[in-house]
């Protein structure tokens, strides 16, 4: 059953300097109603007291007054199991070196280390947000991109007048670590062969074109990512029809670092070209602090 009257409301949250209030001006502009930095104790009000009309846009991050990972997430699922909500928790990510420099360009203090270094202040606050970042449903990692490419990035994501209304995100897992919160679809490639024990892929990932070619020469490849094909695309089209704006699809293996890397790379490329709004996600790998940048074809970094 669809819900019409559901409240439509994105928690954008990120590390300062992530580039937060662009982000929340952005979606004031494609029509949210937007407030930054309210309190966490008054959001149950808010919702109370709101009529259901345009989306809402929450900005938070560490310097939100009595915020706690912990109590994120609790509000994070508490929004989840209302049935009046849907909720999207939007993560803007940068890199620790892309942080330090805006912060040296701008000569800002970092709110979380007034009077040391803006280093400092960046490692706790990355430190801190590391649980709700791994709950993400939506990862914009804004260390490469202009102001005027993050306002392009939000429309694409969330200007429901764009056409596109439906954004998929695709998720590698360890088992080992458990299955992610919040994921809607699980596939468990653990019945495919494992690179790891190949010597000459062990120390590479799923990103990587030698670990995909081992992955997809496994003769059940091809009939399950064949019948995986089929059913997503049947299902994504009544997904928009029901009025549902995220996906989010997972794929477990032992590890996190071979199978599941390769199939999520795989699947999303896949959906991508056929036009779907698509982002990937690694668990592990990002856990580790992995760069991209380190998976090259066939090459350890």
Request: proline share 5%; hydrophobic share 40%.
């Amino acid at each position: 059953m669809s819900t019409p009257q559901a409240q439509r409301i994105v928690l954008v949250t990120g590390p300062s300097g992530a580039g937060r209030s662009t982000a929340i001006n952005a979606l004031e502009d494609i029509g949210f109603e937007a407030i930054d930095n309210m309190p966490l104790r008054l959001l149950d009000a808010l919702l109370d007291d709101t009529p259901v009309g345009r989306p809402i846009a929450l900005g938070f991050d560490t310097r939100t007054r009595d915020f706690s990972a912990n109590a994120m997430i609790d509000i994070v699922d508490g929004l989840t199991n209302r049935g009046d909500v849907l909720v999207e928790l939007l993560y803007l990510d940068c890199s620790q070196e892309v942080l330090i420099r805006r912060f040296s360009e701008t000569r800002r203090r970092h709110p979380l280390a007034p009077a040391e270094d803006p280093s400092a202040g960046i490692e706790r606050d990355l430190d801190l947000l590391v649980p709700i970042r791994s709950r993400a449903e939506v990862l914009i990692d804004t260390s490469d991109l202009t102001p005027h490419d993050l306002r392009g990035e939000m429309e694409r994501w969330f200007d429901s007048s764009t056409g596109q209304s439906l954004a998929v995100s695709v998720h590698s897992f360890s088992y080992k670590r458990g299955t992610p919160r919040g994921v809607d679809m699980v596939f468990d490639v653990r019945f495919l062969r494992n690179p790891y024990w190949e010597p000459s892929l062990r120390e590479l990932d799923g990103r990587t074109d030698a670990v995909q070619a081992y992955v997809t020469q496994d003769q059940r490849f091809v009939p399950f990512f064949k019948s995986l094909q089929e059913m997503v695309q049947l299902l994504l089209p009544a997904y928009v029809e029901e009025g549902k704006s995220h996906l989010s699809i997972g794929f477990g293996c032992t590890g996190g670092q071979h199978r599941s890397v390769a199939l999520t790379e795989i699947f999303a490329n896949t959906l991508a070209q056929g036009g779907w709004q698509v982002s990937k996600r690694h668990r592990e790998i990002e856990r580790r602090g992995d760069s991209v940048q380190k998976a090259k074809n066939g090459v350890v970094t």
